[in-house]
């Protein structure tokens, strides 16, 4: 499995930024698929995460309102589309990929690194 995230940039207060995680590997459906960052200076925290049918997703409750996961199985595609971002959500996004319930997801993307600037 190799993941590839793209989409962060710098972005004002108050706007919106997409990513977006390029999923390469077999039973994309199979995998619970997260988002997880790190800011400078602090450990890297996990963000969100959606199912392998999309249907349950959950979120951390600083952003939760304001970002959505979601998934494109068909394009082996997962997405996190952020609004009303916040300086403290200035950090390096990574996609993560989980084969099973109950374990440390297992697959990493190199991040993608997005700057909110006030």
């Known amino acids: 499995v190799q993941l590839q995230a793209s989409g962060g940039g710098l972005v004002h207060v108050g706007n919106s930024l997409r990513l977006s995680c390029a999923f390469s590997?077999?039973?994309?459906?199979?995998?619970?698929m997260g988002w997880f960052r790190q800011a400078p200076g602090k450990e890297r925290e996990f963000v969100a995460r959606?199912?392998?049918?999309?249907?349950?997703?959950y979120y951390i409750a600083s952003v939760k309102g304001r970002f959505t996961i979601s998934r494109a199985n068909a394009k082996n595609m997962v997405y996190l589309q952020m609004n009303s971002l916040k300086p403290e959500d200035t950090a390096l996004y990574y996609c993560?990929?989980?084969?099973?319930?109950?374990?440390?997801?297992?697959?990493w993307g190199q991040g993608t690194l997005v700057t909110v600037s006030s």
């Open positions: 993560a990929a989980q084969s099973m319930p109950g374990i440390n997801f297992e697959y």
């Open positions: 590997g077999r039973a994309f459906s199979t995998y619970t």
């Open positions: 959606i199912t392998g049918n999309g249907v349950i997703t």
